[in-house]
């Protein structure tokens, strides 16, 4: 399979806290995106970032991307309870025919 | 805007009932696609649109079909229901290719008996 893989699977900080987010991948790719799942909605875009490209912010997020240990970050700064949320990379690869490939997700939990 | 909408939000069906779940969208999107997303396993790709009249298979197809007759319309076909296909059902659309940011629908529940 060429899903990727998220680590941690859940992580529960405090409010003001950073939560980081790890995602894996095994074959080359085009780009990488990040994206929220709130409880029973649907996910939601938060950031792309192109396989040339080595970082990018947006708001309170900062993503990263080491194509050579094939692996992307997102940091989420001064987190919220409003961030609670699982949080998903997805990845279009040479083999997958230009669709998404999702990873797992991790689950955050933001406590007040 | 209504962005990505789909019908039903929740459904139950027994086993070997067909269905046909909705999804619209308002954007003039080009790429169309439908996922399911279980327990632990992420969003699996089923199939996929790049234009009106142009469908093809993802990762996890068996049991369904699609059609793509208009740029907004992509609905989702359940032939036989098997308990194996209780899942959430996301359909989602983007300008082209996923090059660029999916725009997600809402989902709908399917529970399968």
């Known amino acids: 399979s060429q899903q990727g893989e998220e680590d941690p699977q859940a992580l529960s900080i405090q409010e003001g806290e950073n939560a980081t987010m790890n995602c894996s991948y095994k074959?080359?790719?085009?780009?990488l995106q990040w994206y929220r799942q709130n409880s029973g909605r649907g996910l939601v875009h938060l950031i792309l970032i192109r396989s040339n490209e080595r970082e990018k912010h947006s708001g309170r997020l900062r993503v990263t991307l080491d194509t050579s240990k094939k692996s992307s970050s997102l940091l989420i700064t001064a987190s919220r309870a409003a961030d609670t949320a699982s949080y998903f990379c997805?990845?279009?690869?040479?083999?997958?025919?230009?669709?998404?490939?999702f990873g797992k997700g991790t689950k955050l939990s933001v406590k007040p | 805007n209504a962005g990505v909408t789909q019908t039903p939000k929740f459904q139950v069906l027994k086993t070997g009932q067909s269905m046909t779940l909705q999804c619209a969208q308002d954007?003039?999107?080009?790429?169309m696609s439908w996922y399911r997303q279980d327990p632990g396993m992420g969003l699996r790709l089923i199939h996929y649109?790049?234009?009106?009249?142009?469908?093809d298979q993802g990762e996890v197809p068996n049991g369904y079909n699609v059609s793509r007759s208009t740029t907004e319309d992509f609905p989702l076909r359940l032939l036989s229901a098997a308990p194996s296909q209780t899942s959430v059902y996301f359909c989602?659309?983007?300008?082209?290719?996923?090059?660029?940011?999916?725009?997600f629908g809402p989902g709908t529940r399917l529970t399968v008996t």
């Open positions: 997805a990845f279009v690869t040479g083999g997958s025919q230009g669709n998404l490939i």
């Open positions: 649109s790049v234009g009106a009249g142009i469908t």
């Open positions: 074959t080359s790719i085009n780009n």
């Open positions: 954007m003039n999107h080009e790429y």
């Open positions: 989602a659309s983007s300008r082209n290719r996923p090059t660029y940011e999916q725009y």
